[in-house]
């Protein structure tokens, strides 16, 4: 592996690292990752995917689910209409409903393909309702996040060349003027 391929899967592991050390998710629940590989490595998105960039991202940011506690569940391109990898347990776990799917570096992108082969056994799901959220090159998440999405500020603003946002869900407010809110869930 190149020093520039270390360094990205660094910087991807870091990012997610800081993420769930700010959005503090509990232990099982989903974060989605949205990536062009294509934005990583200084092109435009769609325009290059790759798998071996793909391949260290993803080591990254599953380092840091697998540490963490929770599932990864990662967005596959326009072309699978931004359908979701993630392990079957999740699926089950949370009641999505299984597609029949594989992605490929050029249908589904090379981050879901990553993804697919490294997982124990890997599910397509068409929509998810996230905890949290890493966007990986503005790959646009935000259909795969709980209704209610807070941004997330990290220290970590790219991963090679690719803008990075973050995002963190919390329950509805709800109840008006008069209603008392659990400071825990802001």
């Keep these: 592996m190149t020093e520039d391929m270390t360094i990205i899967g660094e910087e991807a592991y870091r990012a997610a690292k800081e993420l769930l050390e700010l959005a503090q998710p509990q232990e099982?629940?989903?974060?989605?990752?949205?990536?062009?590989?294509?934005e990583v490595g200084g092109a435009g998105i769609g325009?290059?995917?790759?798998?071996?960039?793909?391949?260290?991202?993803?080591?990254?940011?599953?380092?840091?689910?697998?540490e963490a506690g929770i599932y990864l569940a990662a967005q596959c391109c326009e072309h699978?209409?931004?359908?979701?990898?993630?392990?079957?347990?999740?699926?089950?776990?949370y009641g999505y409903e299984a597609v029949n799917v594989v992605p490929q570096p050029k249908a589904?992108?090379?981050?879901?393909?990553?993804?697919?082969?490294?997982?124990?056994?890997?599910?397509?799901?068409?929509h998810v309702r996230a905890h949290a959220g890493l966007d990986?090159?503005?790959t646009l998440i935000?259909?795969?996040?709980?209704?209610?999405?807070?941004?997330?500020?990290?220290?970590?603003?790219?991963?090679?060349?690719?803008?990075?946002?973050?995002?963190?869900?919390?329950?509805?407010f709800i109840g008006g003027e008069r209603a008392v809110y659990d400071r825990d869930q802001m």
């Design 28 to 38: 099982n629940q989903i974060l989605v990752v949205g990536c062009s590989t294509s």
């Design 47 to 66: 325009t290059f995917s790759s798998p071996d960039l793909a391949e260290v991202v993803f080591g990254g940011v599953y380092q840091a689910t697998q």
């Design 80 to 93: 699978l209409n931004r359908a979701v990898i993630l392990e079957k347990e999740a699926a089950e776990r």
């Design 108 to 126: 589904g992108g090379s981050f879901a393909t990553a993804a697919y082969k490294a997982f124990e056994h890997p599910v397509a799901v068409e």
């Design 136 to 138: 990986i090159g503005d």
């Design 142 to 172: 935000g259909m795969h996040l709980r209704e209610v999405a807070v941004p997330v500020r990290i220290r970590t603003k790219q991963i090679g060349d690719a803008h990075v946002v973050c995002a963190r869900t919390r329950p509805k």
